[in-house]
């Protein structure tokens, strides 16, 4: 079983790293990606993907930060999940 100081630590820096995520994006979107950059200075146009995600980060802020809250709700309820899986199972084999 994982430790609670262990989790909170956890949780704690998936906070932090959420919260100075969105201040970097608030900062770096006006210039956009290094690759775009690198891209426009080596005289290189971009090409057609290949392929269309399901979600798109949109041309504005607001749907590009619901994007991004929506893709960290969903990776940090799927590895709660699995840890909690995870934690039970461990309790079930002590038990036997």
Same mark, same amino acid.
């Given at each position: 079983?994982?430790?609670?100081?262990?989790?909170?630590?956890?949780? $704690?820096?998936?906070?932090?790293? *959420?919260?100075?995520?969105?201040?970097?994006?608030?900062?770096? #979107?006006? /210039?956009?990606?290094?690759?775009?950059?690198?891209?426009?200075?080596?005289?290189?146009?971009?090409?057609?993907?290949? /392929?269309?995600?399901?979600?798109?980060?949109?041309?504005? /802020?607001?749907?590009?930060?619901?994007?991004?809250?929506? $893709?960290?709700?969903?990776?940090? #309820? @799927?590895?709660?999940? /699995?840890?909690? @899986? *995870?934690?039970?199972?461990?309790?079930?084999?002590?038990?036997?």
């Amino acid at each position: 079983m994982i430790d609670k100081k262990i989790l909170k630590a956890i949780l $704690g820096i998936v906070a932090l790293f *959420a919260v100075g995520l969105v201040l970097y994006f608030i900062f770096s #979107a006006e /210039y956009g990606d290094g690759l775009e950059k690198t891209m426009e200075n080596a005289g290189v146009e971009e090409g057609e993907p290949i /392929y269309h995600a399901p979600l798109d980060y949109g041309e504005d /802020y607001i749907t590009a930060f619901f994007a991004g809250l929506v $893709g960290f709700v969903l990776v940090f #309820a @799927i590895s709660y999940g /699995y840890f909690r @899986i *995870a934690a039970k199972r461990e309790t079930n084999k002590e038990e036997k």
